[in-house]
């Protein structure tokens, strides 16, 4: 891991969770929901993760923060005093103190804040269980968070339901950044709100990176804003990440089939333009038993025999552009065009 540049480092991470069946509960069967992924984020970085619903897109990003235990493989951290930790070693007491460090926004930010908290409660709750202020130190605390989110201080006794969809998100943030973390996990943070909302907090969320150097994982099943909020993109199916590269590197020119599919089916706000058609053959693979060789290859318009028997290597095709396609770099894909 480079320690002078990279704040995350995943190798190998896998989650498997149990098929049990019978009154023993026996175990019949594993669901692949992340299956060997690979990737890495720098310091100040946006790595957005795009998929169908269903990929592992949610489970990775709870993988990682350790929120649900990987079954395998490695996740490095620099903590803030810039030393490495192995995140997946880590006992109950390192875990929670690295927690300061790695916090996770919600997509639902009505069910995400308890219903019978005050503001002022839910704001604060990350500042007492970690010891870090109470009584008036903490109060003076959440009023800084809240102006900082865009929020009135005034409203710390009330409680959530008071609040409109964006507003409960910004308290959300205000909530993860009450321990001054280096890195958030944004959980599909804008799918729940109205589109004019979403770019309210798309832009907070930009300019909290800048003025705190925040490293992201942006996870999302919407193209436009993964483009507008991404460094850099990966594009997961059935739990593996299929390409990855700088944001539009992948949107200009795509090197995996699955990529070209998932932007052709994105609506084009101009009625004048002709639309491309996104028409796939059966169904998403079964993350419980997948098919051998590339796990897309069933829907796959370029499909070879090959595609079927062998794995695809996860190749760099371009400087910093990866894909997992035996025919990577060779097809000619159509891409969003330029932003």
């Not at 896998?14 to 992340?34: E, L, N, S």
């Not at 929120?67 to 030393?83: D, H, L, Q, T």
């Amino acid at each position: 891991m480079d320690s002078g540049k990279r704040i995350l480092e995943v190798r190998s991470l896998r989650k498997h969770f149990p098929i049990q069946r019978g009154f023993f509960q026996k175990t019949v069967g594993q669901v692949k929901a992340v299956d060997d992924i690979h990737l890495h984020i720098d310091e100040g970085e946006t790595f957005g993760l795009v998929g169908e619903s269903g990929c592992g897109k949610s489970t990775l990003g709870r993988a990682i923060l350790r929120a649900i235990e990987p079954s395998s493989g490695s996740v490095r951290f620099k903590n803030r005093s810039g030393g490495i930790v192995e995140v997946t070693e880590l006992d109950p007491k390192e875990l929670r103190a690295l927690r300061k460090d790695m916090q996770l926004v919600f997509q639902d930010p009505y069910s995400s804040l308890n219903p019978r908290m005050t503001v002022l409660n839910i704001v604060g709750e990350p500042l007492l269980c970690n010891q870090i202020a109470k009584g008036d130190q903490l109060r003076e605390r959440v009023k800084q968070l809240m102006e900082m989110v865009g929020l009135d201080s005034r409203h710390l006794e009330r409680y959530p339901h008071a609040f409109s969809g964006g507003q409960r998100q910004r308290i959300g943030i205000a909530r993860a950044l009450a321990t001054e973390p280096r890195f958030l996990v944004c959980d599909e943070a804008v799918s729940a709100l109205d589109v004019s909302v979403q770019a309210q907090i798309l832009n907070l969320l930009k300019e909290l990176q800048e003025r705190f150097k925040l490293s992201y994982l942006f996870i999302s099943h919407d193209l436009g804003v993964i483009r507008h909020i991404s460094d850099r993109v990966g594009v997961m199916y059935v739990g593996k990440l299929v390409e990855t590269a700088h944001t539009e590197a992948l949107f200009t020119r795509p090197m995996h089939p699955y990529t070209e599919v998932l932007m052709a089916a994105k609506p084009i706000p101009d009625p004048r333009k002709k639309k491309r058609k996104a028409v796939l053959p059966g169904e998403i693979a079964n993350p419980a038993k997948p098919p051998e060789g590339c796990y897309f290859h069933p829907r796959c318009p370029y499909a070879a025999p090959v595609c079927s028997e062998k794995a695809p290597p996860w190749t760099e095709v371009e400087e910093g552009h990866y894909a997992a396609c035996h025919f990577a770099g060779q097809l000619d894909l159509q891409g969003a065009g330029a932003s």
